[in-house]
């Protein structure tokens, strides 16, 4: 796995042309922002994010996050940053805003991963690799979620393309080497947003693979000795935990807890340990088998061996990594997956070059496999989906197939640029309609932020609203009363004896109700109207009334 001693022939070196890095930009660009249009509510894990984010902008406390006032430090702040600066930009709340970030890191990894492609595989790969990795399954979704996974990947992808390119191509004359001081730098820089973005777990992404590349290549090492670089690594790593620890000491046993507990299990979620293995097919579509077509290409190409190398650390550290992990989830892969884009890349531009070189087969034949694919398709989004999702769901498979015999008569005759064009509009526009309309049409978190709306009309202005059984909800970024949370129905009871309002606005299950009206006079203003699956009625949300008896 690890990179093999360079060929003495050198390799063509190529750096990423403007022109292909402004299409990359404008093509994610345009493809994450009519996704971001398309107005779902956030989730709650986006909440997590976005809730402290508001809180942050509104208290002028940027160390601690919080949420509805309560310490809540599930991960380091880079993320509530992000979305805070949004939000002041734009000076919106809104879910797009909220996601922007995500959005903008999707188009930068996809950017690091082209530089990375043109410097061993030229330009026609380089541009093919950084529009696969905006159109893949795992980009599409997590660049269009307010969640730092995709900030986490940009950062990896950034720290570890700009190590390669200084790295493991010998600029100067055989024998000699010369460490590029603003490379050093920037892949400390990039080190310091992995961990600001999601703690140590960033910097195991990004050290594991240099790491084994510098017990191969002691040389390499020299890169990592540069006094500013690591000075700015130390200033990323060691400043934020500090002055959060003086602040609220709290924050860092709390946070230590939720990244270990993730990691050997105390939080649960324990998974089969190849897990991984069958979700990383899944991620990488729709390009999952150029993926191998474009490793085995560099097998064969003795001049890219130590390329495919480093690709392979890359990726295989981090899948023992995530695998290691006794709490598994899909998204936790995403900042090993970047080196697979790469692969496929050149999987698609030798495909390409193929089909123009060989026989084609019948038209007929190739016609009969699409309309066999298609009709399966259909056939199990009618089994899998509710009828409301099933329809739209046949409509998108429909697209595909009709983008796929559009790309197959263009390659029949011979127009392969054409060709390649249909096959990424065709990817980009499925995910468009998967994200900003199938997802659209099953946005279970809706129901909440309706509720919300509707409190927001009832309470009155600068009437604090009680938030009770109800740590780090979702409802809490669509509400806009002053919130006062309290955990447990003890703590509110206690609170509002201290009180000297007449009625208290109380958002909670509606066993809460039920439980509060022994004592008090509880009256229900409105419930939410829709459960979420696998919920029992006395966990709908209600807001109530509450006043003395």
């Known amino acids: 796995m690890l990179a093999v001693e360079p060929a003495p022939r050198p390799v063509a070196r190529e750096r990423l042309s403007w022109p292909a890095a402004l299409l990359i930009v404008a093509y994610g660009a345009a493809l994450y922002l009519i996704i971001l249009a398309g107005g779902r509510t956030l989730s709650a894990h986006e909440v997590w994010l976005a809730q402290p984010a508001k809180e942050m902008l509104a208290t002028g406390r940027w160390l601690v996050p919080t949420f509805a006032g309560v310490l809540c430090g599930h991960k380091p702040p880079l993320m509530h940053w992000a979305i805070a600066l949004a939000m002041a930009l734009f000076g919106s709340h809104s879910e797009w805003?909220?996601?922007?970030?995500?959005?903008?890191?999707?188009?930068?990894?996809?950017?690091?991963?082209?530089?990375?492609?043109?410097?061993?595989?030229?330009?026609?790969?380089?541009?093919?690799?950084?529009?696969?990795?905006?159109?893949?399954?795992?980009?599409?979704?997590?660049?269009?979620?307010?969640?730092?996974?995709?900030l986490l990947c940009a950062a990896v992808a950034t720290a570890l393309s700009v190590f390669a390119r200084a790295n493991l191509v010998k600029v100067e004359t055989p024998g000699e080497y010369r460490a590029r001081p603003w490379a050093a730098r920037a892949f400390y820089l990039a080190s310091g947003l992995a961990f600001l973005a999601k703690g140590p777990i960033g910097l195991a992404f990004i050290w594991i693979p240099v790491g084994l590349l510098v017990l191969r290549q002691r040389r390499t090492a020299r890169f990592l000795v540069d006094p500013a670089g690591l000075a700015l690594a130390g200033v990323l790593l060691g400043a934020w935990p500090i002055l959060a620890y003086r602040e609220?000491?709290?924050?860092?046993?709390?946070?230590?807890?939720?990244?270990?507990?993730?990691?050997?299990?105390?939080?649960?979620?324990?998974?089969?340990?190849?897990?991984?293995?069958?979700?990383?097919?899944?991620?990488?579509?729709?390009?999952?088998?150029?993926?191998?077509?474009?490793?085995?290409?560099?097998?064969?190409?003795?001049?890219?061996?130590?390329?495919?190398?480093?690709?392979?650390?890359?990726?295989?550290?981090?899948?023992a990594l995530v695998t290691a992990s006794a709490f598994k989830h899909w998204h936790y892969l995403a900042p090993a997956l970047p080196p697979l884009a790469v692969l496929a890349g050149q999987g698609v531009s030798a495909y390409a070059a193929w089909r123009q070189r060989?026989?084609?087969?019948?038209?007929?034949?190739?016609?009969?496999?699409?309309?066999?694919?298609?009709?399966?398709?259909?056939?199990?989004?009618?089994?899998?989906?509710?009828?409301?999702?099933?329809?739209?769901?046949?409509?998108?498979?429909?697209?595909?197939?009709?983008?796929?015999?559009?790309?197959?008569?263009?390659?029949?005759?011979?127009?392969?640029?054409?060709?390649?064009?249909?096959?990424?509009?065709?990817?980009?526009?499925?995910?468009?309609?998967?994200?900003?309309?199938?997802?659209?049409?099953?946005?279970?978190?809706?129901?909440?932020?309706?509720?919300?709306?509707?409190?927001?009309?009832?309470?009155?202005?600068?009437?604090?609203?009680?938030?009770?059984?109800?740590?780090?909800?979702?409802?809490?970024?669509?509400?806009?009363?002053?919130?006062?949370?309290?955990?447990?129905?003890?703590?509110?009871?206690?609170?509002?004896?201290?009180?000297?309002?007449?009625?208290?606005?109380?958002?909670?299950?509606?066993?809460?109700?039920?439980?509060?009206?022994?004592?008090?006079?509880?009256?229900?203003?409105?419930?939410?109207?829709?459960?979420?699956?696998?919920?029992?009625?006395?966990?709908?949300?209600?807001?109530?009334?509450?006043?003395?008896?």
């Open 97 to 150: 805003v909220a996601r922007l970030p995500s959005a903008v890191a999707a188009v930068v990894a996809a950017l690091a991963v082209a530089s990375l492609a043109a410097r061993w595989l030229g330009s026609r790969p380089a541009l093919l690799a950084g529009v696969v990795q905006l159109t893949t399954v795992y980009s599409l979704k997590l660049g269009a979620d307010a969640t730092p996974d995709m």
């Open 248 to 319: 609220q000491p709290a924050v860092l046993e709390r946070w230590l807890r939720d990244n270990w507990g993730r990691f050997h299990g105390a939080m649960g979620g324990e998974s089969s340990p190849l897990f991984y293995l069958y979700t990383v097919l899944w991620l990488m579509l729709p390009w999952t088998v150029f993926c191998a077509i474009g490793y085995f290409a560099l097998r064969r190409d003795s001049q890219r061996r130590e390329l495919l190398g480093f690709l392979n650390a890359w990726f295989i550290s981090g899948l």
């Open 358 to 549: 060989e026989a084609r087969p019948r038209l007929a034949l190739q016609l009969l496999v699409i309309a066999c694919g298609s009709a399966a398709g259909v056939t199990a989004v009618y089994g899998l989906l509710p009828a409301a999702l099933a329809g739209r769901a046949a409509a998108v498979v429909g697209l595909v197939a009709i983008g796929l015999v559009a790309a197959l008569f263009l390659e029949r005759r011979g127009q392969v640029h054409w060709q390649l064009a249909t096959w990424f509009a065709t990817a980009g526009l499925a995910g468009v309609l998967v994200q900003g309309w199938l997802m659209a049409a099953h946005d279970s978190w809706r129901p909440y932020a309706e509720l919300a709306e509707r409190a927001n009309r009832i309470i009155p202005p600068s009437q604090p609203l009680y938030l009770v059984q109800l740590p780090e909800h979702q409802i809490a970024y669509y509400l806009n009363a002053p919130l006062v949370r309290t955990d447990a129905v003890d703590g509110f009871e206690a609170a509002i004896r201290d009180s000297a309002a007449a009625t208290t606005y109380v958002m909670a299950p509606q066993s809460v109700a039920e439980r509060l009206g022994a004592r008090h006079r509880v009256e229900v203003l409105d419930r939410c109207a829709a459960l979420r699956r696998g919920m029992h009625e006395a966990e709908r949300l209600a807001l109530m009334a509450v006043g003395e008896k």
